[in-house]
């Protein structure tokens, strides 16, 4: 039986993780009321375990070992009283309508990194995508609770959340194309790169090779299509609370203004990491919770 000292203790060290390592995700779970902040800091602290094995430097083998625990963990978090990130996540799931077997996708993509470096075509990619951010846009959903959730429009609700993980993530693809192949992988579909002519690779300096103009080509088309992934996502934003939606508005709306930078000028990519920042995020921040902060002063 966990007192309730120790579950103040393990909602405190998610949130501590939260703060430190997902400067993004800050800028909007700060609106929400404290059972959901603390719900999805759980989240995002589980699913930051997961990834820091897929993305570490343990051996092949004891990766997918790692990878096989935390699957076993996410299944039944309530029999690990030991470890305050699943205190916190078991209590979390109790409150809200929460599909931990959700992190089993996550756990599947992370898998996938582990012995893939490419992929054929969108289709291919986008399995990947759901699996390593539509499953969180799901998670996150079962915090926000919408009423549509428990209606006969759940599906079409999920889907949207799915649809908006998935630009999301393609949206940190082109953001990252030169990391991923200084690491080889290779998320960009091969059947964008042949259309345009493009292969990818690094120039002695480290730099991703322009070749004339075909890689902007490349990354033009695929964040064209993330605009129209989130253009059908953002549709969830009016299901949602207003606090819900100012969170989940702000996060996206972040990684969207990011995604108009990487569309505007493509070759900023090639020898850097973009980021916005941190005044352009709390302006893209403000202008997301604009409607919400006008419906707190008026007491709604």
Not at 50 to 75: C, M, N, S, Y
Not at 181 to 187: D, H, M
Not at 214 to 224: D, K, M, Q
Not at 240 to 248: E, F, N, Q
Request: aromatic content about 6%; proline content about 5%; hydrophobic content about 40%.
């Amino acid at each position: 039986m966990t007192s309730s000292t120790e579950l103040a203790a393990a909602y405190a060290l998610c949130e501590r993780i939260v703060g430190s390592q997902a400067k993004n995700f800050s800028y909007g779970i700060r609106l929400l009321p404290g059972p959901k902040r603390r719900a999805l800091s759980a989240i995002y602290a589980f699913a930051r375990r997961v990834d820091d094995i897929g993305d570490g430097d343990l051996p092949h083998d004891q990766k997918i070992a790692g990878l096989a625990e935390t699957r076993r963990q996410a299944e039944h978090p309530e029999r690990f009283p030991e470890d305050p990130v699943l205190v916190a996540l078991a209590d979390s799931a109790r409150r809200y309508p929460i599909d931990l077997g959700a992190f089993g996708e996550l756990v599947d993509g992370c898998e996938m990194d582990q012995v893939g470096t490419a992929y054929a075509s969108w289709d291919e990619l986008a399995v990947y995508c759901r699996n390593v951010a539509g499953s969180i846009g799901r998670l996150s959903l079962g915090v926000f609770n919408p009423p549509s959730l428990h209606t006969d429009e759940a599906k079409a609700t999920e889907e949207l959340a799915d649809k908006l993980g998935l630009a999301l993530q393609l949206t940190n693809i082109l953001r990252d194309v030169r990391e991923d192949l200084q690491g080889g992988r290779v998320y960009l579909p091969q059947k964008t790169l042949d259309e345009y002519g493009c292969e990818l690779r690094l120039r002695q300096d480290g730099t991703l090779d322009p070749q004339d103009g075909r890689l902007a080509a490349v990354i033009r088309h695929e964040a064209a299509r993330a605009e129209a992934l989130y253009a059908e996502g953002l549709a969830l934003l009016p299901l949602l609370d207003w606090r819900s939606r100012g969170c989940c508005g702000a996060l996206s709306g972040i990684y969207h203004e990011l995604l108009k930078v990487i569309a505007a000028e493509p070759e900023a990519t090639f020898g850097r990491r973009l980021s916005l920042s941190g005044r352009t995020k709390l302006a893209v921040a403000a202008r997301a919770l604009r409607p919400e902060l006008s419906d707190l002063r008026r007491g709604r």
